[in-house]
Nanobody
Framework: QVPLVESGGGLVQAGGSLRLSCAAS????????MGWFRQAPGKEREFVGR???????RYADSVKGRFTISRDTAKDTVYLQMNSLKPEDAAEYYC???????????????????WGQGTQVTVSS
C-alpha cells in the first residue's frame, strides 16, 4: 500500500494561488510516477499533470503555464502549485500513484494504482 493524503485545498478568489500537497506514508513512492487529477461535479475525472520518478513533468494544456508540479523526495511529498486560478479550476483535486509510470497514458485515471481522498478547491469569481 502507498497511502496518499492530499491537503492544501480551500477557497480562493480568481487570480489567486494555492499549493496542494500529496504526502505518501512510505518512501517507496519515490519510485512511482505521481499524477494530479481533478473532478468537478457532474464531470469526469480530468488529468492535470504528472511527475515521474526521474522528474519528468507533463501538464494538461488547460493548466500549462499556471500550475507547477514538484516533488520533495526527502519528505515523500508531491506538490501542485496553482497560480492565476480561474473559476473553471474549481474541483476536487486528487493525487495518484503508479509504478513505475503510466506507459504513455498518464492522462488516464485507470492507469493509476493508488489514490488519495481528495482536497476541495473552490475559486470565486
Amino acid at each position: 500500500q502507498v497511502p496518499l493524503v492530499e491537503s492544501g485545498g480551500g477557497l480562493v478568489q480568481a487570480g489567486g494561488s494555492l499549493r496542494l500537497s500529496c504526502a505518501a506514508s512510505k518512501r517507496t513512492f519515490n519510485s512511482y510516477t505521481m499524477g494530479w487529477f481533478r473532478q468537478a461535479p457532474g464531470k469526469e475525472r480530468e488529468f492535470v499533470g504528472r511527475i515521474t520518478w526521474s522528474g519528468g513533468i507533463r501538464y494538461a494544456d488547460s493548466v500549462k503555464g499556471r500550475f507547477t508540479i514538484s516533488r520533495d523526495t526527502a519528505k515523500d511529498t508531491v506538490y501542485l502549485q496553482m497560480n492565476s486560478l480561474k473559476p473553471e479550476d474549481a474541483a476536487e483535486y486528487y493525487c495518484a500513484a503508479v509504478y513505475p509510470d503510466a506507459a504513455g497514458r498518464e492522462w488516464d485515471p485507470k492507469e493509476y494504482t493508488y489514490w488519495g481522498q481528495g482536497t476541495q478547491v473552490t475559486v470565486s469569481s
